[in-house]
Each structure stands twice: as C-alpha cells, then as structure tokens.
C-alpha cells in the first residue's frame, strides 16, 4: 500500500516543525530523508509511524511501524533511572534485562538469532539496559524494533553512536529486510550513510520537502548541493573567555593525566583491565575503540562520576585522585559534551541558560548570573549558528540542535580540558564540519586540550596528534594501545 502524506502540518506546542508536506511512499521504494538539524526529520518519522499527530492535512499510514531514534532511547533510559531500586537494594540494580526488554515471543525463533547474530547482540541479552554503553544501546533499540515485525522502519540516524564493525553489521542487517519486502526510510544527516539499497532521495529544510526524487536526479541536485553546502571559517573569532575559575597551579613537567594500573569492574564484569596511560600538557588525543570498550568509564574516570577513580592509581593535574579534592575542583577545569550527559540534560531552561550553566558546572542554573556572562553564551550560539534559539526552550530543540547547545555549554568557559565523546553525534554536515574546525582552531590555540572519542575516521581534526585504542586485554576487559603499542607501566 502507498503511504501518503498530503499538506500535512505538525505543530508541537505552539511551534510549527512540518508544513505543506506532500509525500507518496510507493510499495518497493526505499527513501532516505536528508536534512539540518531542527529541519524536521525526527518529527516527520514520528508522524509516519503513528506517535506525532498531524495538526492539518490528511495522510494514509502503514502499520505496524517501529520508529529507532535517539530521543526514544533516551526515554527508555529516563524510565530505567525513575525505576532505579538500587537504594533499597542490597545490590546494584542493573535494570531490564536486555532479553525482556527486546521481548521476542520466542527467544528460539530463527529471525530473532539471526539478528542477535548480525546486530552482536549474544553478550548483551542477559544484561541490565543501565549498564550498556551508548553504541550497545543502539543495536537493542534496533533488534526491538525487528522483533515487531514492522511493515514500515524508520531509523532516526541509525548509525551514529556505532563503532566500525557495528556500522557494517547494521547496514548488513537493513539491506536484509529490505530484500525480504520491509520498506526502510532513512532519517539521515550524512550523506555517506546511504545505502546502496536506497532508491529515492527527499531533502528537508526548516520542515519543508523542498526537494525529492530517485536517488539519481537528487544526487546531482544543484539546488540540494547549495543547501549543503559549507564554508568553514579559517579564524574564527573567539567569545570573550569570563574568568570564573581560579588558575590551574600545576608543575610545568607533570603530566596532565596519569594512569597507573587502572582496574574497573562491575560486578563480573572487567572494564578496564591493567590500563596505563599519561597525557603530558599541550597534547591532544583521540580515543577510540569498539562499543562497550570502556571509553565512556574511562571519561568518567577523569570526571570523578565514577566512584571507581579512587581506588585506582589516577592523577589529575598533578594530583592523585582522593588527596583531598572535590569533583567540582576537577570540573571547574573541564568542559564536557557526551550522550550521556546529554541524556541527562533534562531540565526547563531556553538554549541561553543551558550554555549559561556550562560556566557553574551544573545542569540548570540555580544561581544569577551577570550580563556579561549572558552575553558570552549568546557570542557562542552566534558562533554555532543557534542565536536564532536562544530564548527557545531546550527541551524543544531537534537532537542536534540540542547537542550544538551542549557543545556551547562546554565551551563558554574555555576549559582546560575538553572532553569530546561522540560530540558530532546527530550533526549534519554542515554543522558537524563547522564543529569540527572550530574544535580544530581552539586546539591550535593551545588553552584547551582535547580527548576526543569517535568511531568516524572521516571526523579527523588535524591538531589532534595523539591516539589511544582500547583494545581487548588478557584476561578479560580492555587495555591501552598507544600508537599501536600496547602499555604495561607508565
């Protein structure tokens, strides 16, 4: 049956995200959807699969449909934490089994291990959905949405968040269903994410289908590639730096970050196995490693959010970590951009006051800020190209709007260490290349030094020199790899 969307308008709230979109989806075809982030995408898959109703127009819909997007996830794990027993608990509550949650009529269905198999999904399925990492979470939400059997699937940028290996095993995965007659629709901001099962080609802008086509016609698109198109400033002008934290007193030959003989586990479970690791000043890194490796932990090392740092050898700006200082001493110096902390960034405050935060180290602001800090987040959402949202309430930004607000958050106070996880996540190109050459000009600048984690090697930013591998240790858990070379002491 042809899916049809005729003038079809979305409003959310009093916010129009889609208008006048006119859309027929014919049996056989395979779309992908490209567009910028706050174009609409993300609404128009919650429109075609059923969750977001159309405010006018009229529109015929296959069912059933399954809907795979970061803001699903997230809801899944919010209902994780508010069902957090572990304080009552003699133990830590792992959450929904992986197996439950997926919920498969029968776990010996042929269908049902062949994806646990082509999605590496063996290893997971006894464990609890709080203690997987975000890649890991990803493939779940996937293998759930098969077990449904959709007629229509609906990936919400499918493989941000997935290392190598898993990109490959999930393309594998869709260009299978798609032979067997499931039509996909791909909400994409990369054009390197199509796939060559993909038939037809629609570009979104500001909620509007303002190009489609096959797959041919739209590729050549002349009007599509001047949409896209970017020009990254070589000098940017930097935001005015406030001086809200005391100077970092540190001896000229300590290293920034030293790892001794890191252990981390969790429960059974090794994380970290045997990890050694010095960041000396002035170096930055990239950080990388297959999903569940540990890299997330390791951040969380230097963070202080893991409890774990103080039982280990770790020093942090020339001082063992448990010699006396506070989280938000360590924080002070650090600026921070995360899926996890992004998650977690769930309060009601406009796009201002969350860059706002990033200068007090907290989610909201509970404190009054002066003008002159309210005029340095709006220099750097100027900067990012958000101004126009400033006063709009982050909950209702796009996922990459969201994320382009948390990177100015971590950026306000221009930290001494910014820790990148992932922080091109839900990007589109246009913005992720923006983002990427300012990253560049601020490590050139030499204030900020960058840990940066990503599975996309096209993602390179060229003043990062260094890099780190987590790779599988003897004995189980991850260990590090320097340049090829796996350490055994620091």
């Not at 006048?20 to 395979?30: A, F, I, M, R, S």
């Not at 990388?288 to 740092?309: R, W």
């Not at 913005?431 to 900020?448: E, N, P, S, T």
Request: hydrophobic residues 45%; aromatic residues 6%.
């Amino acid at each position: 049956m042809t899916i049809r969307l005729d003038n079809i308008g979305v409003r959310i709230k009093k916010s129009w995200c889609l208008r006048g979109v006119t859309w027929d989806l014919e049996p056989g075809q395979q779309w992908a959807v490209v567009g910028g982030n706050g174009s609409g995408k993300s609404a128009l898959g919650q429109l075609l699969c059923g969750t977001l109703l159309a405010a006018e127009g009229t529109h015929r819909l296959v069912s059933p449909a399954a809907l795979v997007s970061f803001e699903a996830l997230g809801d899944v794990l919010q209902h994780e934490r508010d069902q957090d027993d572990s304080d009552f608990l003699d133990r830590i509550d792992h959450g929904t089994p992986v197996l439950q949650f997926v919920g498969p009529d029968d776990a010996a269905d042929r269908d049902f291990l062949g994806w646990v198999t082509r999605l590496g999904c063996h290893d997971l399925l006894e464990r609890g959905l709080r203690f997987l990492s975000t890649g890991e979470m990803r493939k779940v939400m996937i293998l759930r949405a098969l077990v449904s059997r959709p007629r229509l699937l609906v990936l919400d940028e499918p493989f941000d968040g997935l290392d190598v290996e898993a990109r490959g095993a999930l393309r594998q995965v869709v260009a299978a269903i798609m032979a067997q007659g499931v039509q996909v629709v791909l909400l994409l901001n990369r054009f390197s994410d199509l796939l060559p099962e993909v038939t037809h080609l629609a570009y979104l802008h500001a909620g509007e289908l303002v190009a489609q086509g096959t797959r041919e016609m739209m590729v050549g698109h002349e009007a599509l590639q001047r949409l896209h198109a970017f020009h990254a400033e070589d000098s940017p002008s930097l935001p005015d730096r406030p001086v809200v934290q005391p100077p970092l007193a540190i001896a000229a030959d300590a290293p920034l970050i030293a790892m001794k003989d890191v252990n981390v586990r969790y429960g059974e479970k090794m994380i970290l196995n045997g990890f050694n690791w010095r960041v000396a000043q002035g170096e930055h890194w990239k950080i990388s490693g297959p999903n569940g490796a540990g890299k997330s932990t390791l951040l969380s090392l230097i963070t202080g959010d893991n409890p774990q740092a103080y039982a280990n050898n770790i020093s942090l700006f020339g001082y063992k970590k448990g010699s006396g200082e506070s989280v938000w001493q360590i924080k002070q110096h650090l600026g921070v951009v995360s899926a996890l902390f992004h998650q977690e960034y769930r309060v009601r405050v406009t796009a201002k006051v969350a860059v706002i935060s990033g200068l007090f180290d907290s989610v909201g602001v509970y404190r009054s800020y002066t003008p002159q800090q309210e005029q340095v987040a709006l220099q750097w959402l100027r900067l990012l190209k958000m101004e126009a949202v400033a006063e709009r309430p982050f909950s209702r930004l796009s996922y990459g709007e969201q994320r382009l607000v948390l990177l100015a958050r971590a950026l306000i106070k221009q930290p001494r260490v910014l820790i990148l996880d992932e922080p091109c996540q839900g990007l589109d190109s246009l913005h992720r290349q923006m983002v990427l050459a300012l990253i560049d000009y601020l490590g050139r600048q030499g204030h900020c030094q960058i840990l940066y984690v990503t599975h996309h090697a096209e993602d390179r930013i060229p003043c990062i020199q260094h890099h780190l591998q987590l790779v599988a240790a003897d004995g189980g858990g991850f260990t590090a790899c320097i340049d090829g070379v796996v350490e055994r002491g620091v």
